[in-house]
């Protein structure tokens, strides 16, 4: 087995609020280069806040995140963005009555054939205006506009919501390649299976706090127990902190 490889993205004791309400409470984890790191949790968990607190999206009140040894702690989104961190979120927005290819290009500078390269349906629907798209291509759109600017990391939320289960696993498949052209992918869905088929390491957020850090494989096909660190009190190694925790926004 090769040296472990430095995490390219890395976040400590990172807390993150909506409004007055605490959410996340101290996580940390990482992400390294050329892997899928995956995020799963309960609905409420805090998964989508921690993205946004991470991407500078939701301020953060406490901790650090680097990216490539650069401290992003209090830089705004954009200039996260600029420093190589890209996000995919949950809400599928897209620039309705611009064309597909225009809205790559309002994103930032960059190319978007590496866009077409991982997704040649949308090169083939470049003229069309982004209304136009289906759910699936929409979705392939949005990913793409996190990766136009040529990101180290790119964060993805729940990109399989209301999408069939084939387009789910035809998206899995370009989050592998991602990862196999050096990019490191840090990835909540709800298809905990279908992502722990594509991960290397897992984290389980619940409640705000991470009850799970460890290789995807231990929790490959184990649904008993994935369900036990959504809802139960965990025992794990004493990482759970299930009982009278604050809930929080997933």
């Keep these: 087995m090769g040296a472990p490889v430095d995490d390219v993205l890395d976040v400590r004791d990172i807390s993150v609020s909506r409004g007055e309400v605490p959410v996340v409470h101290e996580v940390s984890l990482g992400v390294a280069p050329g892997t899928v790191t995956v995020l799963l949790g309960a609905n409420g968990a805090g998964k ?97 506009r996190a990766l136009i600017a040529g990101p180290k990391v790119v964060l993805i939320d729940e990109m399989s919501l209301g999408l069939a289960p084939v387009v789910v696993r035809r998206l899995m498949g370009s989050v592998r390649e991602l990862a196999e052209r050096g990019i490191g992918v840090l990835l909540v869905e ?47 190694d004493g990482l759970a902190q299930a009982a009278g925790t604050e809930g929080g926004s997933s």
């Design 48 to 144: 989508t806040t921690l993205l946004d607190g991470i991407a500078g999206l939701a301020p953060a009140a406490s901790g650090t995140v680097t990216l490539a040894g650069a401290t992003l702690t209090g830089l705004p989104t954009y200039r996260r963005a600029q420093a190589g961190l890209g996000y995919a979120e949950q809400a599928r927005t897209v620039f309705r009555t611009l064309t597909l290819e225009q809205n790559l290009l309002v994103s930032g500078d960059g190319d978007p054939a590496m866009v077409y390269d991982i997704f040649p349906e949308l090169d083939r629907r470049r003229t069309l205006p982004a209304a136009n798209l289906s759910g699936g291509e929409q979705q392939m759109l949005v990913i793409g």
């Design 190 to 236: 709800q298809f905990a299976n279908l992502a722990l088929e594509i991960g290397t390491r897992a984290y389980v957020l619940r409640k705000g706090r991470v009850v799970f850090d460890g290789p995807c494989e231990e929790l490959r096909g184990a649904e008993d127990r994935l369900h036990e660190f959504y809802f139960g009190a965990v025992t794990d």
